[in-house]
């Protein structure tokens, strides 16, 4: 049974997330010791995280989705640790969170939440998990869905992407799949998209089969 301490910390460790929501902060001030603020508080939620799972897990999932949600902070916490015991709760977070905006139950910008996952750690210690991640985020892509749906999605796999450690892994094999999807939207997108796809292929430092920019593509990106 937890303690009257333990219950105290709970309280204390939600009341904060729930006050960042609230408050609709995102980030610490800059101006006022932000980043080592920011970095302390992401500490405490990792140990928060790690002794009591279940009420964060409940929390990430219970709570209301939207850009200023205290998700964020969570995966933030739990992913900025090497050897993190979380990297599948994670990856069903999400699938979550993309199924949500998919039904359109939360609006689009609810995926900003999702920037404060970290995968490197997943990228080294479950690199099959890793790929299931990117296979599952290519899969989401869909022309039908309009240009501010697929640069949003792409803008957040340039973020989630390692670039390739070809010490580590060698060749692209074990990643060829999601990648070969994303030449597809590198060559046969609306252009907008097209040059975003360009970014998430040059994070990870593959360019086989991506075509040139038309002369008229060449000229019309400078103007996005």
Partial sequence: MPTNTQNQTNFDIIKQL?????????FFNEHDGGNEKEFAFVKQVFHFANQNPEVIKDYC?????SYFASNQWVYSAVTSKEGSQWHTFIFEEIKRVVG?????DVELDALSQLWGISTLEIYYDNHDLYNEIMEFMTVHLDLRKG?????????LMDFLVRGHDENEFKDFSRSERWLKRLVFFANKSPLKIKLQAREVLETVGYQ??????????????CFI
Wanted: glycine share 2%; proline share 0%.
């Fill in 18 to 26: 729930n006050y960042h929501q609230e408050n609709n902060q995102v």
């Fill in 61 to 65: 999932r219970t709570n209301t989705l």
């Fill in 100 to 104: 949500l905006v998919n039904n359109q």
């Fill in 147 to 155: 240009e501010d749906y697929n640069v949003l999605f792409l803008k």
């Fill in 208 to 221: 086989y089969g991506v075509a040139s920019l038309s002369l008229m593509e060449n000229l019309k990106k």
